[in-house]
């Protein structure tokens, strides 16, 4: 689902028409849903710093942040004409929009807002920024199987045997579930607090991440730079930001686990449930969107309580209700108890959260009502934007005479399977390239010294790729042929790349046999933008839309 005021980048055909509003603040309006002058400070705002601040402020942009904003109210007045805004489709995804949106109000209001910066964090996320560490690890998906591990240790099993044991991967299992070298924000935040809290040769207690459970072991700190004032205060803003970002994320963290540790689930119901699940996966698996909740038949266990505490309740009925309102994807996803667990205890929370957030009245706020309905407005447009492309249909003579306006245009990229090492500084890069000159091997240079620990599991293989897909890299490396080395060379402030070329293909000019399913991919999507342009049009004219170049220049913008 697009975002709430997704912005548009392609401008559409602006229309005038002869109905006037009044009202000096509302600069576009279409059959009651209308576009304010604060809303639109607020969408250009948010895409002037989504992009980089790279927009001018200027009446293209403008338009365009304006269309972005509008054409999501002129396709969902299209939609509702077609009466797909009441059908059961979209009353199921009302109420899974409310869920959502109540849940995340819950979350910001008890757990995001309280999170504070203090300036003492800003200078150790930058003293982290600045010290690169190595680790490894021993990895459990469930909190069963890490506790079980770390008895393991406590008992005096080798670290590197329990490694050897339990990973698949034969990097990881022969080198002591080795990850390589990081700083911050390279890994999960939970992963990287326990690494750095270690001195060389510790491990960790079990740390809960977003993927499992790890025991964390540092094998390696390197030293520190002198940090200066003036360079933490050139970025201590942006320090600040990422930051906030990344202590918010372990509060959410922290605070869903309180809130299922507070509600005492009941996991031998869950474990009977998921028997249910697995004898009925496709009703499981499926959305009637006629149906009030899953055709799941739990009988027995729709009065057992998977929770029950004091002001709050969740039954086996609760969970059918529940997972109704969730993506399908979610529910396909499942294939093990342990993923089951984890969906049912998140259904579990968002529960609590809507209740306790509806029980504080907050969701009242005409703030939280504005989101809901805005996200209905874009689910709608989506919609609509669904239909028209169903609706293309592209036969091969269409597509032939689109290739025959351009065929030199229709050309295979050179491609490229290099290998990569990526270290952290330019000197670093030359002492490397020096010794691979000097006869040491590349995979012995990337385990050494390479700060892309997935590197790490393909010996630094990025496959063939498209000679475009290295960027700026690009006309560096485009002469190499095999066994050749190339850099370092600097990708982003901190990373230089080492590359090896393991083979070359060479392009070539493509048959129209070919390149059919690039240029039905385009001719679609020509298509799309017309046809989208032709409806947007016609239902602004057929409901007299109102929009007001002039009130949108003349909006004062403060970045």
Known sequence: MRKIFFIALALLTFVSCSKKSHD???IASING?????????????RYYYQTGQSIPVNPVTRKAVLDGQFNTYVLSTYAKDKGWAADAKSAYQKNLIQRKVLAYGYLRRMVLDTVRVTDKDTRQLFYRLNTRVRASHLFAK???GIDSLYADLQQGDNFDSLAKRIFSNKYM????????????NDMDIAFENAAYSLKVGQYSKPVKTANGYSIVRLTAKYSKPIMTENQYDNIKNSLKALEMKRKRELATRKNLSDIIHKLNINKAVIHQLWEKVKEQRNTFNETDYESPSLNLSISGLENKMISDVSGFSFSGKDFIQEAYYTPLADRQRIKHFYQFDNYVKGLVFRSYAVQTFKSSRYDDDPGVQKAIRETFYNYLSDRVDQSIQKSIIVNPDTAKRYYDKNPQQYVSQLQLDLARIVVPSLNEGKSVMRQLQAGETFVEQLRN????????????DLGYRPLASFGTMAVKLKDMQKGELAGPFKYVEGEYYIFKCLGRREGKHLSFKEAEPVVDKLVRQQMFKQKKAELI???????????????????????
């Open 449 to 460: 010294h390479t700060i892309k620990s997935e590197d790490l599991m393909t010996d630094g």
């Open 142 to 144: 469930t909190r069963e």
């Open 24 to 26: 000096p603040d509302i």
């Open 173 to 184: 299992a022969t080198h002591g579930g080795d990850v390589g070298t990081f700083s911050a």
């Open 33 to 45: 849903l209308k576009v304010t002058k604060k809303d639109f400070r607020i969408a250009f705002k």
């Open 537 to 559: 049009k016609s239902v602004k004219a057929e409901h007299s839309a109102y929009e007001s170049l002039n009130k949108l220049n003349n909006i004062k913008i403060t970045i």
